[in-house]
Antibody, heavy 119, light 106 residues
Framework: EVQLVESGGGLVQPGRSLRLSCRGS????????VAWVRQAPGKGLDWVGF??????????EHAASVKGRFTISRDDSKSMAYLQMNSLKIEDTAVYYC??????????WGQGTLVTVSS | EIMLTQSPATLSLSPGERATLSCRAS??????LAWYQQKPGQAPRLVMY???NRATGIPARFSGSGSGTDFTLTISSLEPEDFAVYYC????????FGQGTKVEIK
């Protein structure tokens, strides 16, 4: 069974950093692209970015709203993906989901981890 | 940035009725268009990818159509479990989502 489990969320002050982790199981982690999607409380879905598999070139893309502040990476030996978030803003408050791609779409989702940015 | 506009914002229908959800892109996204279903307190679930392909476990009453800038998700006969919020997403350039359409029970 494909599973994705996020961790690392919590309360953080504006301007500080946080790193989210995503552990995949039940599939060959390194063979698939991983995307991060967030959802602010009561709002819609917001694409954060993705990282391709190494076999597909390993390209990384970030949404314009987080470019320069957030960095996506992966460690296939550990079946892990990461979202490093720096210079956090109040508007970054959201549930952050890790997803595994199917044909360019987010076919599998984790349960999400809540990040609250507040002083 | 490619913008996606979904309409209507809310669709009030009864079980057994047909639901037609629209998603319009600000520029062509070819067929790189997916639909997701989200119920309260749950993570989203992939419904359709590449416009017309149903994800695993999605019943045949769901269908997708369109290309370029105009796309439609159709639920032929609503079941109680279909009432939810639906989002479209393009992956032609980056990965933007539409703002969602809530399908509610009338």
């Amino acid at each position: 069974e494909v599973q994705l489990v996020e961790s690392g969320g919590g309360l953080v002050q504006p301007g500080r950093s946080l790193r989210l982790s995503c552990r995949g199981s039940g599939f060959t982690f390194g063979a698939y692209a991983v995307a991060w999607v967030r959802q602010a409380p009561g709002k819609g879905l917001d694409w954060v970015g993705f990282i391709r598999s190494k076999a597909s070139g390993g390209a990384i893309e970030h949404a314009a709203s987080v470019k320069g502040r957030f960095t996506i990476s992966r460690d296939d030996s550990k079946s892990m993906a990461y979202l490093q978030m720096n210079s956090l803003k109040i508007e970054d408050t959201a549930v952050y989901y890790c997803t595994r791609e199917i044909e360019g779409a987010s076919g599998y989702w984790g349960q999400g981890t809540l990040v609250t940015v507040s002083s | 940035e490619i913008m996606l506009t979904q309409s209507p914002a809310t669709l009030s229908l009864s079980p057994g009725e047909r639901a037609t959800l629209s998603c319009r892109a600000s520029q062509s996204v070819s067929t790189y268009l997916a639909w997701y279903q989200q119920k309260p307190g749950q993570a989203p679930r992939l419904v359709m990818y590449d416009v017309t392909n149903r994800a695993t476990g999605i019943p045949a009453r769901f269908s997708g159509s369109g290309s370029g800038t105009d796309f439609t998700l159709t639920i032929s006969s609503l079941e109680p479990e279909d009432f939810a919020v639906y989002y479209c997403q393009q992956r032609y350039y980056s990965g933007t989502f539409g703002q969602g359409t809530k399908v509610e029970i009338k």
